[in-house]
């Protein structure tokens, strides 16, 4: 088999799938020409659905992720001879392939959980996702825009982690597996706080907001941030005290 050229591998990977089809890897093409365009219809879909074009910003962080994890891969497979890529089969090339179809099933949260058997986590991912998305078109709240990309990574990263677990057989029971709903019934107060927050700020700026001027607008804004971040200070400053104090304890401890 003939050296491929990286070069040309290197102009073909702006269209992910392209120059694998070069280095003869059709099933990883296949995946990648999936996943570049899923994302891209996607995010185009969820911005018609929702009637803002907020949601765009997610091309301009998921595409050069995937245009850089193409192209690192089809380097990968320039850099073995023929015999190697012969060879490579049955449980290496299964796990490989499994790993990368969980990945490009993430980018739409949940379903690379769901294709790894666990329902649970993947349909929380999911609601979590989709009921953000459809808040933003419904309230106009951009305030939530921020939510979308943090459950994006975490869905793509987390699936990604339970292949490695599989794989160095320390797979949980599901049982013993926990959601993102289970991790905030941890913390009912923190949830029941943000909660009457987001509603206060949807009263604020849906209701109360067309009626002020400017600059209240603007006065108001800059004050609930700033006690927010006064709030959030001390939030930190006293909770610090306790090791600081057990620390000094063991000190003493010690010196007896």
Known sequence: MTKKSKFVVFILSFIPGLSHLY?????????????????IFGVVGMSAITGTDDLLAILALGLPVIWFAALV???????????????????????????????????????????????????????????????????????????????????????????????????????????IFDWLGNYPKWVGWGLILLGSFVVFDRIVSPFLSWEIKNYIQTGLVSLVLIFSGIKLLTGSKVPVEEEDGDKCEDGE
């Open 23 to 39: 280095v003869e890897r059709k099933e990883r093409a296949v995946i990648f020409f999936g996943l570049f365009f899923g994302v």
């Open 73 to 179: 891969d089809a380097f990968s497979w320039t850099n073995r001879s023929g015999e190697e890529k012969d060879t490579w089969a049955g449980e290496g090339r299964n796990f490989s392939n499994r790993k990368l179809i969980t990945v490009a099933l993430s980018v739409v949260p949940g379903a690379g959980h769901m294709y790894l058997g666990r329902q649970k986590q993947g349909v929380q991912l999911m609601s979590a996702f989709f009921f953000t998305a459809f808040l933003m078109g419904w309230l106009h709240m951009s305030l939530l825009l921020f939510v979308l990309p943090v459950l994006w990574f975490y869905a793509i990263f987390d699936a990604f982690h339970q292949v490695e677990k599989e794989q160095g057989q320390e797979r949980e029971s599901s049982a013993a597996e926990m959601g």
